[in-house]
């Protein structure tokens, strides 16, 4: 099988095929995902929350994206790779967020940055798409924005962060981005920008009519039995598996039944 691309994912979405996403921040996680199929792995700066233990986003650092980012495309065999941009890194200053996303692209050999946000950031997003540089774009909820905006909350869901959404999502597919990813909006909404766009839009919490899905790997495999959004279906209960094999293997060390004659030298 060969690599997924910016087109491979194009040619899903023109041909009604929906696009399957996971996030995963290290290799061996990535390994299992990409040997069963997964059609894109995202690393996401949610792994400031699911590796580190950050309450937000806004603490990754370019250097540690890039590591996890390392990890992940040293295990992957065909699902595209795609890297967030992390807070502070990007945007505001297109040189500058030009720069972070070379050495995201140079340093990881990922696919593609994706990058929170629409018409404020457009001269950003414009300068790395001019470097050769796939850009995906990220609206609707954007964690690394939950400063200014207060809550995680359902977004766009008055008539004016509805029309806003709708014209940032028009403008980043004008400005070159291949794909759209839209967390936490009504479905309808979702929908009906999935059908206005010719480029995949990729839904968090956005309902089924999107071009794709993607969730949070731990939160799929139900490593977090703390985070349960009403959009999260768990496909694993890896808490309970993990949590009942450490309490095995203590009691096996505590009565010197590990290791055995035959687990030993
Ligand atoms: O960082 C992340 O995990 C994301 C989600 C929307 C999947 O951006
Ligand atoms: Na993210």
């Known amino acids: 099988t060969s690599k997924n691309t910016k087109r491979t994912l194009q040619e899903m979405k023109d041909r009604g095929e929906k696009i399957s996403m996971l996030t995963a921040y290290d290799y061996t996680m990535a390994s299992i995902i990409d040997k069963a199929g997964i059609d894109v792995i995202l690393v996401g700066d949610s792994a400031s929350n699911v590796m580190a233990g950050n309450r937000t986003t806004l603490s990754i650092t370019l250097d540690q994206m890039i590591y996890h980012a390392q990890s992940v495309v040293r295990a992957v065999k065909s699902a595209m790779v795609i890297v967030d941009m992390p807070f502070g890194a990007c945007c505001g200053n297109p040189m500058k967020s030009l720069d972070a996303a070379v050495r995201v692209m140079q340093e990881t050999g990922a696919d593609a940055i ?22 995906m774009s990220h609206l609707g909820l954007m964690p690394q924005s939950i400063h200014n905006y207060g809550n995680y909350a359902i977004r766009a869901r008055n008539e004016k962060e509805s029309e806003k ?72 209960d890896l808490h309970t598996v993990m949590s009942e094999a450490t309490r095995h293997y203590i009691e096996d060390v505590k009565s010197v039944s590990f290791p055995n004659q035959s687990e030993s030298y």
Do not use: W
Request: hydrophobic share 45%; aromatic share 4%; with cysteine.
């Open 114 to 135: 994706k990058i929170e946000g629409g018409q404020e950031v457009s001269e950003d997003i414009k300068k790395i798409l001019a470097a050769g540089i796939p850009v």
């Open 165 to 236: 959404l709708i014209s940032d999502c028009l403008l980043v597919e004008s400005l070159g981005v291949f794909g759209i990813l839209l967390e936490k909006i009504p479905s309808h909404t979702a929908t009906k920008i999935s059908n206005m766009l010719k480029i995949p839009t990729i839904g968090i919490g956005a309902g089924s009519g999107v071009d794709g899905q993607v969730l949070v790997i731990q939160d799929v495999m139900g490593m977090n039995d703390e985070f349960s959004p009403k959009f999260l279906r768990r496909y694993a």
